[in-house]
């Protein structure tokens, strides 16, 4: 089993910055890539960036940049910037083995970006 405490969620204004931060405790060996996932009320939880544990990075399209995962053993971070309205959502951290037929997810931390 593996355990993902995540924290750094809460409310930003338009523009704002914020990072979030994931770690993994338990049986940390088996894991391959973590990633933060994002949700809105009615839609699925989307991919937001992920890191392999040789440091490969993947971002959605619509990071456009703004945003940078970073990965120190196992705990991984999720810095954003320039955050807006669109970004509010609930985060979530996962982790997987190296074919993802084992995963594990945090309980989501809110986000709100408003004025």
């Known amino acids: 089993q593996v355990q993902l405490e995540e924290s750094g969620g809460g409310l930003v204004q338009p523009g704002g910055s914020l990072r979030l931060s994931c770690v993994a405790s338990?049986?940390?060996?088996?894991?391959?890539?973590m990633a933060w996932y994002r949700q809105t009320p009615g839609s699925q939880r989307d991919l937001v960036a992920a890191?392999?544990?040789?440091?490969s990075t993947d971002y959605a399209d619509w990071v456009e940049g703004r945003f940078t995962i970073s990965r120190d053993n196992a705990k991984i971070y999720l810095q954003m910037s320039n955050l807006n309205p669109g970004d509010t959502a609930v985060y979530y951290c996962?982790?997987?083995?190296?074919?993802?037929?084992?995963?594990?997810w945090g309980d989501g931390l809110p986000v709100t970006v408003s004025s």
């Open positions: 996962n982790a997987a083995n190296w074919d993802y037929t084992i995963e594990y």
């Open positions: 338990g049986n940390i060996g088996i894991i391959r890539t």
């Open positions: 890191i392999t544990r040789g440091g």
